[in-house]
C-alpha cells in the first residue's frame, strides 16, 4: 500500500498500510491493512492491523487492536502531568497508556484520556469525553452515560 511522498516516519515500522497526505508518524508500529488519513499524528503507539485512522487524529502512547476505527480529529491523548500544590511541573511529563481493544469505534472529535481502556467493540460517539474505563459492546456518548450496544 503507499506511503505518501509528503509523510514523516521516524523509527517507524509501517508493514503494508496506506499513509496518506502530511501524515507523521514517530516511534510507533503499524499494522498491516491499516489506513492513516490526511494530517495523523500518531507518536509512542502500536497499532494493529487492519485500523483506520481518519484525518487530524493525534495518537500518542496508545495500543489498539485490529479492526478499529478512529472517526476524523479523534484525540488518545496517553500523556499527563503530575499536579500539587505549587502546581504543575513544566515538561514534567508522564506517560499512561490509552488502549483501543478490537473492533471498538471511536466518533469524530471524541477525547480518550491518558490510563483509559476502551473495551472490545465498544462505540465512543461524536464529541465524547472518556475519563474512566468503558466496558466492552457498550456505548458512551457523555458523563455518566454507558449503554449496552443494541443486538
Do not use: C, W
Not at 502500536?46 to 493525534?58: I, K
Not at 500523556?79 to 473492533?103: C, P, Y
Not at 472490545?120 to 456505548?139: F, H, R, S
Request: aromatic share 4%; glycine share 10%.
Amino acid at each position: 500500500m503507499p506511503i505518501h511522498e509528503t509523510a514523516i516516519l521516524e523509527n517507524a515500522d509501517v508493514t503494508d498500510a496506506e499513509v496518506r497526505e502530511y501524515v507523521t508518524i514517530h516511534d510507533s508500529t503499524i499494522g498491516a491493512g491499516s489506513r492513516i488519513y490526511e494530517r495523523v499524528s500518531i507518536k509512542k503507539s502500536d497499532l494493529a492491523g487492519p485500523v483506520d485512522v481518519n484525518a487530524g487524529s493525534y495518537v500518542e502512547n496508545a495500543e489498539i487492536a485490529e479492526y478499529v476505527q478512529l472517526g476524523p480529529n479523534v484525540t488518545l491523548a496517553g500523556m499527563t502531568h503530575d499536579l500539587d500544590a505549587s502546581g504543575m511541573a513544566f515538561r514534567n511529563d508522564r506517560l499512561e497508556t490509552v488502549t483501543v481493544e478490537a473492533g471498538a469505534f471511536v466518533g469524530a472529535n471524541a477525547v480518550v484520556l491518558p490510563g483509559v481502556t476502551i473495551g472490545e467493540n465498544a462505540v465512543v460517539g461524536a464529541g465524547a469525553t472518556v475519563t474512566e474505563d468503558l466496558p466492552p459492546a457498550t456505548v458512551h456518548v457523555g458523563e455518566d452515560s454507558r449503554h449496552p450496544v443494541p443486538e
